[in-house]
């Protein structure tokens, strides 16, 4: 039998409850997936034909060491994925500019490099935006991620001025369609569409992860949402898995982060998801 890490973090060290139904599928394909711990230096990745990277959800605290451990199984040789290039290229938020250049409509995004002191609230006014999102270009789960009113920007200056000398900063566009209607996440599997689902904040908060109260649901996405996510996975490469997250914004859909590291892919909402990645994982 073919053996295969599926690598995690040391929060949750045998898989997150969605991963684990990876592992009998791939057994009925020949192949044995056992969890690893990414930061387990005892680990024997050699013995291992592949590693599919899971929840590594600490993997942007940790950036600079994650980025070694993926050169690492690299000069192992040992086939990785997504592939480390991917991986590379999505760590940093930046890559929504690419994809912007490619013609994915993405949410407004202001971007600011290191430099002379800028007032966020100024910036703020000359774009006419009410409510802004301030993130690092490095995050994940919403990470030092605050959402703020123009007239409220002075409360977030610091926080935009440490993250735009460190390790980067983004603003975008508050949707507000995010509340009233949720966030689309539309899974990929080997290129090809698989499910979507439909998440929701809890009252009076804004982000739809489950650390912070968000639910999700299976659904059908528009139209327009497949069309759009699908241009984007494509855009992006070669990929094991793919999520592209985004709202309907005016009948256009806005992709707001296109996940290739380390994304929940919901595998336990939708029958046969899990089937349909462990027949991917095979295939390569």
Known sequence: MRRIALATSESYPT?????????????RLGI????????????????CAMVVIRSC??????????????????TLGIQLWNSSAI???NSNKSYLRELETKGISIVPTLWFEPGPRISLANELRRVEWQQAVVKPRISATAHRTKLIRVDQAEEAQSLFDELR???????????????REGEWSLMFFGGEFSHAVLKTPKAGDFRVQHDFGGHERLARAPGLAMQAAEKAVRA??????????????????????????????FLGESPGAAETLAAAIAGR
């Open 87 to 89: 991986v590379r290229w």
């Open 15 to 27: 898989l997150t409850a969605d991963d684990r139904l990876l592992i009998e599928p791939l057994a």
């Open 57 to 74: 959800w600490d993997y942007h605290l940790r950036i600079a060491e994650f980025l070694r451990w993926i050169d690492s199984l690299q």
């Open 32 to 47: 044995q997936a056992t969890p690893a711990v990414w930061t387990d230096l005892s680990y024997d990745w050699a013995s």
């Open 236 to 265: 992006a490469g070669e990929t094991l898995y793919a999520r592209a997250d985004g709202v309907m914004d005016g009948g256009e859909f806005r992709l707001m982060e296109l996940e290739l590291i380390e994304p929940a892919l």
């Open 165 to 179: 000398e460190g390790p980067g900063v983004m603003v975008q566009k508050f949707m507000e369609p995010i509340v």
